[in-house]
Nanobody, 128 residues
Framework: HVQLVESGGGSVQAGGSLRLSCTAP????????MAWYRQTPGNDCELVSS???????YTADSVKDRFTISQDNAKITVSLQMDSLKSEDTGVYYC???????????????????????WGQGTQVTVS
């Protein structure tokens, strides 16, 4: 399995924007459903947005009209454009491959550690 690598997290003021990216060095995401999850304080691992092999997109109501998932034509990078960020968007964001579910419970980190090769290590997003 190839470790997924997220980048683009950081600190931003409310109303600002960040763009997260996910890659799998030496590999592509061709043939895979891709997703972004986040871990916010006191909550279960939350599916933020996903894009299927066929290009179908899911976006959580909490981020609809603010976050946009996309994938380059070569299926090398999956991105999450985050605009109009709010303090409640603060958390650790994870990229996941072929792990699209609204039913995950518990911490994203635990899911990632138990399922190497299908999750990234997470990237911190802080909105103040």
């Amino acid at each position: 399995h190839v470790q997924l690598v997220e980048s683009g997290g950081g600190s931003v003021q409310a109303g600002g924007s960040l763009r997260l990216s996910c890659t799998a060095p030496g590999s592509t995401f061709a043939g895979s459903d891709m997703a972004w999850y986040r871990q916010t304080p006191g909550n279960d691992c939350e599916l933020v947005s996903s894009i299927s092999v066929d290009g179908d997109i899911y976006t959580a109501d909490s981020v609809k009209d603010r976050f946009t998932i996309s994938q380059d034509n070569a299926k090398i990078t999956v991105s999450l454009q985050m605009d109009s960020l709010k303090s409640e968007d603060t958390g650790v964001y994870y990229c996941a491959k072929d792990r699209v579910s609204l039913s995950f419970r518990g911490a994203c980190q635990g899911l990632a550690e138990a399922d190497f090769g299908h999750w990234g290590q997470g990237t911190q997003v802080t909105v103040s």
